[in-house]
C-alpha cells in the first residue's frame, strides 16, 4: 500500500472541476490506495495563504504531492513559487504546481503539451497552416502548441484591437508568425486545415452553417455541453474533431506523472471516468 499522499484543485468556482474524477480514477487504476484528491475553492486573494498553510504542512506534513490550477490563478500563482518552468514561463500560466522532497513548489504548464497530445492522438503532427479562434488564456496555450506543429502562417480572429496586439505580441514571444483578422470575418476561418476554437460556450454557434464540405480538423475546447453545434456540423461533413476532454485528459495524464512519479498514466481508465461523468 502507498504512503497516504495528498493533492486536489484550486480555482473559483471549482465546482464545475472534472479534474477530481479523472485523478482518482488514476489513483484507483495505479493502486494508490493511500492517495486523495480534492478540489478547493480559492480565489486569487486567498491563495497565498492557501500554499503558505501548505508549506507549513497544515493537516497532514509532508503529505503534499501537487495541485492543479483553474481560473482565476493560473497566472498569480507564479510569484508564489520557487521554480517555475520554461514551458509554463512562455505562456505566463501554470496550471500544475509539484511539491518536491525538499519542500520547494514548482510550476509547470500541461495545457500545452496536453494540446499536442491531443492533436497527435488524433493523427494531427503538422500542418501547413492554422487557425485560432479567440484570444484569452487558452488561445495563447494554443499558439504555444501549434509553434511545436505548425510550418506557416497561424490566423487568430479576435473581436477588439487590443486583442488582435496581445495576440501578435504572443507569437513574437512563442516564435509564431501570427496575423489577426476581425471576428466578423471568422466564417473564412474553415478552409484551413486546422482549426482551435477556443472561446466559451455559444460563441461559435453561428458559424456552424459555414463548415465546409469537406473540413479538415477542428480542435474545440470546449466538453460540457457536447458535442458544440460547431462540433457537431463538423463531424456531420466528415471532418476529424477533437474535443475538450481530449485536451482535459491529456493534460491530467501529464500532471498525474509529475505528482505521483508513476509512468506512464492511466489514459483509458481516466478517459473512461470522464466520459461517464459527462454522460457522453
Not at 486523495?36 to 500554499?51: H, K, M
Request: charged content about 20%; some cysteine; overall charge negative.
Amino acid at each position: 500500500m502507498s504512503a497516504p499522499r495528498r493533492a486536489g484543485v484550486l480555482g473559483s468556482p471549482i465546482s464545475h472541476s472534472l479534474s477530481p474524477v479523472l485523478h482518482r480514477a488514476a489513483y484507483a487504476e495505479l493502486g494508490l490506495t493511500g492517495w486523495r484528491y480534492d478540489p478547493f475553492e480559492v480565489g486569487e486573494a486567498a491563495l497565498p495563504g492557501f500554499l503558505a498553510g501548505v508549506r507549513d504542512g497544515t493537516g497532514e506534513p509532508g503529505s503534499w504531492a501537487g495541485l492543479s490550477l483553474t481560473m482565476p490563478l493560473k497566472r498569480a500563482v507564479i510569484p508564489l513559487l520557487d521554480e517555475v518552468s520554461a514551458t509554463a514561463a512562455s505562456v505566463e500560466a501554470v496550471n500544475t504546481v509539484v511539491f518536491t522532497a525538499d519542500g520547494r513548489l514548482t510550476g509547470d504548464n500541461t495545457d500545452i503539451p496536453g494540446i499536442a497530445a491531443a492533436l497527435r492522438e488524433h493523427g494531427v503532427t503538422s500542418v501547413e497552416s492554422a487557425v485560432v479562434l479567440g484570444a484569452g488564456a487558452t488561445a495563447s496555450s494554443a499558439l504555444a502548441a501549434l509553434a511545436r506543429i505548425c510550418a506557416g502562417e497561424v490566423t487568430v480572429y479576435v473581436r477588439s484591437a487590443a486583442r488582435a496586439a496581445e495576440m501578435r505580441e504572443w507569437g513574437e514571444r512563442l516564435g509564431v508568425r501570427v496575423r489577426t483578422e476581425d471576428w466578423g470575418d471568422a466564417a473564412k476561418a474553415f478552409e484551413a486545415p486546422l482549426v482551435i476554437a477556443t472561446t466559451p460556450a455559444g460563441a461559435t454557434d453561428g458559424l456552424a452553417e459555414f463548415v465546409p464540405e469537406r473540413p479538415g480538423a477542428l480542435f474545440d475546447v470546449l466538453y460540457h455541453p457536447w458535442p458544440t453545434a460547431l462540433a457537431a456540423a463538423w463531424t456531420a461533413r466528415g471532418g476529424e474533431v477533437v474535443g475538450g476532454l481530449d485536451l482535459l485528459v491529456h493534460q491530467a495524464v501529464l500532471q498525474v506523472e509529475r505528482m505521483t512519479g508513476r509512468t506512464p498514466a492511466p489514459l483509458a481508465a481516466m478517459r473512461a471516468a470522464g466520459e461517464a461523468a459527462l454522460g457522453v
